[in-house]
């Protein structure tokens, strides 16, 4: 069982709310990333972190924001929530020491805007 | 463009049968390949890793197959059991080389569903 935890689990918001999903590891990984993900789709990067401070932007374009001020914690941010941003949401961390980065993904966060 | 294409793309069978599921992919530079189930509603589960030189790799009832030359992977589940219905993730690494967040190109899934 990977120490991966995201809050909440479940969130329905009206649009135009700011939210804050939440994601926290205690395996002490360098490397945290956000995936997008409909039903039955693959998923998409929208943002990864190599580390404190450090905060990149993924393949998939996303009016969401990140923040990494520590090491165990990586908050999504959406400032104006939209029904597009209706989806499944998955923290991934893994650790750069392995040889073959394993990642280990919470259990996600299902958004609804109304 | 760096795809994984995997099929097929839903599967039912009875429990205590067999399967096999296919990941197709044109990625390069190749580092490895992954396999990962996801229950409804959860974050996926690594399965299993191969890296270059390896063809096959085994967790349990799950074993993996690859052929870098075909590019081509399988998963295949021996004496299915009801909690193997999921959905199974086939993820190909093209390193650092491949840009982004260790250049991972993930496939849509083969949603297995094992019936009693």
């Known amino acids: 069982e990977a120490d991966i935890y995201q809050t909440p689990r479940y969130l329905v918001i009206g649009t135009g709310k700011k939210i804050t999903l939440e994601c926290s590891q205690t395996?002490?990984?360098?490397?945290m990333y956000w995936y997008q993900q409909d039903p039955g789709m693959e998923l998409h990067l929208i943002h990864y972190s190599y580390g404190v401070n450090s905060t990149e932007k993924g393949d998939l374009s996303s009016e969401s924001t990140v923040s990494r001020i520590r090491t165990e914690h990586f908050p999504l941010t959406l400032e104006s929530a939209r029904p597009s941003h209706t989806s499944q949401y998955l923290c991934a961390s893994s650790d750069p020491g392995q040889g073959t980065e394993t990642q280990y993904f919470g259990p996600g966060t299902r958004l609804l805007v109304l | 463009k760096n795809q994984v294409e995997q099929s097929p793309q839903s599967l039912i069978i009875l429990e205590g049968k067999n399967c096999t599921l296919q990941c197709n992919y044109t990625v390069s530079p190749f580092s490895n390949l992954r396999w990962y189930k996801q229950d409804t509603g959860r974050g996926p589960v690594s399965l299993t890793i191969m890296t270059f030189s390896e063809n096959t790799k085994s967790n349990g009832r799950y074993t993996a197959t690859l052929d870098a030359d075909t590019k081509q992977s399988s998963l295949h589940i021996t004496a299915s059991q009801l909690s193997d219905s999921a959905s199974y993730i086939c993820v190909v690494s093209a390193g650092r080389a491949g840009g982004g967040a260790d250049g991972l190109t993930f496939g849509k899934g083969t949603h297995l569903i094992i019936q009693p």
């Open positions: 395996m002490g990984h360098d490397k």
